[in-house]
């Protein structure tokens, strides 16, 4: 079965701080793509950040970055200069070439404290 | 570019009742996917639409059905509402392909009482 695992159900930094957000999956394919998405309170689930398991170089955008170990099965996401818009629900994701569903992970509650 | 919108926004029902939420998909992309998210969860895939037919489905029952159009809009059918089919429900549009970005709306919260 593929899974995504999120172990820290909730966090809470100062603005400005830099922040890493936990993730490890289990699949067996080879093929997959992975995912972290921002769900703010008003529930848009909104893309953060995209990364092809093929593609060593870790994705970055702008403050957002990941470090994935495939071997590992591991995709953390870390936000630098943390704002106070950053203050949401988490989600790291996982899609394969298999089919085209999403499988997420329960969610880290991410506070950024002024 | 038009992003991804719902319709309603909050539904309240009864149980026994049946349900339609609506989905219009971002401008180019021709596939549907609908989640439902229930409180203090991820979401979980319900089914995908690609060219009119289901493309795809998770675990749910039967009650839960769906439709693409030509527009490459979409509804969720839910019939027999049940007290635990409150939650978020998700649509998201992408393009047909592996590892498409999956682009999401801002969801339909419906609550069975």
């Known amino acids: 079965a593929q899974t995504v695992t999120q172990s820290q159900p909730e966090m809470s930094v100062q603005e400005a701080e830099t922040v890493t957000l936990s993730c490890t999956y289990d699949t067996s394919e080879n093929n997959y793509y992975l995912f972290w998405y921002k769900q703010p309170p008003s529930r848009q689930m909104i893309l953060v950040i995209r990364?092809?398991?093929?593609?060593?170089q870790n994705a970055t955008e702008n403050r957002f970055s990941v470090n994935f170990q495939k071997a590992a099965k591991s995709f953390s996401l870390k936000i630098s200069d943390s704002q106070l818009g950053d203050t949401a629900m988490y989600f790291c994701a996982f899609l394969t070439n298999r089919d085209d569903k999403i499988i997420f992970g329960k969610g880290t509650r991410l506070h950024i404290l002024p | 570019e038009t992003g991804v919108t719902q319709s309603p926004t909050h539904l309240i029902k009864t149980r026994g009742q049946q349900v339609t939420l609506r989905c219009s998909s971002q401008s180019g992309h021709n596939t549907v996917s609908w989640y439902q998210q229930a409180l203090g969860q991820g979401p979980q895939f319900i089914f995908q639409?690609?060219?009119?037919?289901?493309?795809g489905r998770g675990n749910f029952p039967p009650r839960f059905s769906g439709l693409q159009f030509p527009n490459y809009s979409s509804e969720l059918n839910v019939n027999a509402l049940e007290l635990d089919d409150s939650a978020l429900y998700l649509c998201?549009?992408?393009?047909?392909?592996?590892?498409?970005?999956?682009?999401f709306g801002p969801g339909t919260r419906l609550l069975v009482l």
């Open positions: 639409y690609y060219r009119e037919e289901e493309n």
């Open positions: 998201a549009s992408s393009l047909v392909g592996a590892g498409e970005t999956q682009y």
């Open positions: 990364q092809e398991a093929y593609k060593q």
